[in-house]
């Protein structure tokens, strides 16, 4: 019997043309590899929420915020590496995607919007709850299909699930992999499983399916020809002074970059988001950010003379003033095409890298300097140890609760959700075990978000996180919080509670007459109501021993504890140049 209709029902494909148009949409999706699917149900996209939901290969994820469940949908294909489907009914439905499809698009996710839409015979002539659904999403979209009205002849049947296939494969393949939209119109007045007198369906999905095999396009790698061309354009000498730096978003695994680290005698500089930043890892420099006071390592920089860059720019006003001094042939790996970049016009670019691709890289490149990897892992050894006793002798404040925070152990993954924590964090953090992940959302909205994305990393990691947020970028997203997947989701939401907008405090304009009154912006919020409303843990921490016992017990918590750092406003500014400081003296 089926779950949604009793058993003298039909079944949801035979209701009416939508429900046979949406089965085939469903069936081509899951047969493309699709499992997640956030779903926020409206009277547009009700067939394929009913679709969905009665085949077992999907998991749904029901919200009532489009706007934080698509940034749970963009977190989900972080975690996973699989196309995540987020679907929408008519409105401003679509709009409130738009924050979290400008992430999507510009860290290249594969994010699949299905936006619901009224019948096409309905456009342009102001019904009400419609909008031109194609034209707002565009400038974001890597690829956009506007179906037609549902249609149930065997050939538009067949048409449609071809479209389906090739728009996944446009989603994860290719030059530029990224979101796309599917818009989909549906018959109907007011709802889209309204019965059709008269209609049967005089096709089975199962036939469709078996018409056209579902092909999944591999993976795009770096060919051996492909390294080889590449490297004889790099002005090279012998033994270079090399560095690899890995920011956010690096593509390739921890292991592709320790063979070349190991082969060429690079030092590694990690973002501490890049999931590069692993105890262990050959040549890692986790101190970068402090190098400006030491004053050999300064020069260092300007005396690199080749280059290879993996993930996106680097997260700190620090280590981006220090690239801006390399001056050198740059080899810059990366998933799809990167268009203009920011770092130099000159950059040689290649596709990303399996292990067979590294290994060739690195014959091609050779062994570098013995002299200069042995000066900068001399400098790594002295100001780690220096910022490990640095942060144990901090008085409490923002830049102590973050040393301990990114530094936890328990977690399985950390999400760094704030302007000031990745600031914090890429000092401050020693490295990460092998299994543990890093998430950052840098791509383009910083902060916004943070809650949804945890959430869908928790889900697609299967793992404890660990949030570290601030108490700003938590009343972004609140609405994350509604969510009933909170229930199966360990770990904890760190809440640095600064009296908000404490990344102002670092920046020039904290000097300029009138900047507590403008950027400061406290918010007017109690965390321990916030986490009562949403049957959440919480505890309230006013120093480290607190803050450190809480982050211990979410370790071993069966639920999400929301941890509340209350520190006082402007001690970021007063700690931070210390430890940079002490760590370089």
Known sequence: MNALYPSNQPRNWEHNRNGLWCQVIADALTD??????????????VSLALAMNEMPEFRMHLHVDERSGSFMAVSLAQATGAPVVVSTTTGSAIANCLPALTEATKRNLPVILISGDRNRGTRHINVAQSSNQIGICAPLMRVQHDLPDPLDSEADLIALRRTIIDAVNQCTSGLRPGPIQINMPLWGVACGT????????????????????????????????EIRRAVQRLARREHPRGLIFCGPDTDVSPEVINLLAERTGFPVIADAASGIRKKGLANLVTVSDALPGVAEATAWFAKTDLLLRFGSAPTTPIMTKLSKSIRC????????????????????????LDMAGAEVLAEQIGHGDPAWLEAWMRTEKRLSARRREVIGELPWGDVLAAGLAC??????????????????????????????????????????????????????????GLLLIGDHSTTHDIPALASHRWRSVKGAIVVINNSGAGIFDTLACSQVDGYRDIMRNQPTIRFQHIAAAFDIDYRRCACAESFADALAEAANSNSVVLIEAVTTPETTPRDLPVVLHRMAS
């Open 32 to 45: 493309m590899g699709v499992v997640d699917v956030v779903m926020h149900s409206g009277a547009r996209n």
């Open 194 to 225: 309204e019965a059709e007198e008269g209609w049967y369906p005089t096709v089975n999905p199962e036939a469709i399916r078996a018409a056209v095999p579902a092909v999944r396009l591999p993976p795009v790698v770096a060919s051996e020809s």
């Open 329 to 352: 042939p740059t080899l810059r790996v990366t998933q799809s095409d990167p268009g203009p970049d920011f770092w130099t016009n000159d950059a040689i670019c290649l596709r990303t």
């Open 407 to 464: 530094n936890a152990s328990g977690y399985d993954f950390i999400h760094i959700g704030n302007s000031l924590a990745t600031r914090q964090s890429n000092l401050l953090s020693e490295g990460f075990s092998a299994g543990h992940r890093e998430f950052i959302a840098r791509g383009m909205c910083g902060t916004d978000g943070a809650l949804g994305m945890f959430l869908g990393e928790a889900l697609g990691t299967q793992g404890r």
